[in-house]
């Protein structure tokens, strides 16, 4: 159980255009899902939490009108990059937990790499 | 500030023998401690789970313990085998419920 799915597992675009992750939970209902970022050797940073049907949280420094967070529905949310740039490129990782769950489960991440 | 160390350098053992990772944190306050495994290129798998008021828990092969006055958590893996070579992360929980992670501590078991 808990299984948390993503898409696309990689992804390349050129400088500009704007790219959109998913991410599902297969098996439960997610009522907060987290996205990460994470860079070779470092940790996991969070940017953002979204609540199914409300707007996302923000951590301090992260631009939300360049990473667009929808939480529409108790299963899906999405990550869209806008307007991708070189600096944007790295490991995008999203994780979902339920009221009924201390814990999260994690997605098997995206690699963004903007040309 | 809030701050959760892991060793960076990386950690090498023999197979068959305890590994054991630190955890150590500072101006912080969890609720409860989270273990998770990451394999390269992939997301994290959580392990354990253990609260303040937990002095130790057990998982087949693993078992953390968790001391709130030295701000430390040990996390270790009894008969450690090549497959168990990932990267151990630590992540800690306060009143927010979001969990802040450390940097991870690399894990290798030779053969």
């Known amino acids: 159980g808990a299984v948390v799915s993503q898409h696309p597992s990689r992804v390349i675009c050129k400088s500009g255009t704007s790219v959109k992750i998913e991410c599902r939970s297969l098996d439960f209902q997610a009522t907060t899902m987290f996205w990460y970022r994470q860079f070779p050797k470092q940790s996991l940073m969070l940017m953002a939490t979204?609540?199914?049907?409300?707007?996302?949280?923000?951590e301090q420094g992260v631009e939300k009108d360049k990473f667009l967070i929808n939480h529409a529905s108790l299963t899906l949310s999405t990550l869209t990059v806008t307007s991708a740039h070189p600096e944007d490129s790295s490991f995008y990782i999203c994780?979902?937990?339920?009221?009924?769950?201390?814990?999260?489960?994690f997605g098997p991440g995206t690699r963004l790499l903007v040309l | 500030s809030q701050k959760i160390e892991q060793n960076s350098e990386a950690l090498n053992i023999q197979e068959g023998k305890t590994a054991t990772l630190t955890c150590n944190y500072t101006n912080y306050s969890p609720a409860y401690l989270q273990w998770y495994r990451q394999d390269p290129g992939r997301g994290p798998v959580f392990l354990l789970l253990i609260r303040e008021n937990e002095k130790e828990k057990r998982k087949e092969r693993l078992k953390v313990t968790f001391d709130t006055t030295l701000k430390q958590s040990l996390f270790h893996i009894t008969a450690s085998q090549p497959a168990d070579s990932a990267t151990y992360l630590c992540a800690l929980t306060g009143g927010s419920y979001i969990p802040t992670f450390g940097r991870g501590t690399s894990l290798i078991v030779h053969p």
């Open positions: 979204s609540n199914e049907g409300s707007k996302a949280t923000y």
């Open positions: 994780s979902a937990s339920s009221e009924y769950q201390e814990t999260q489960y």
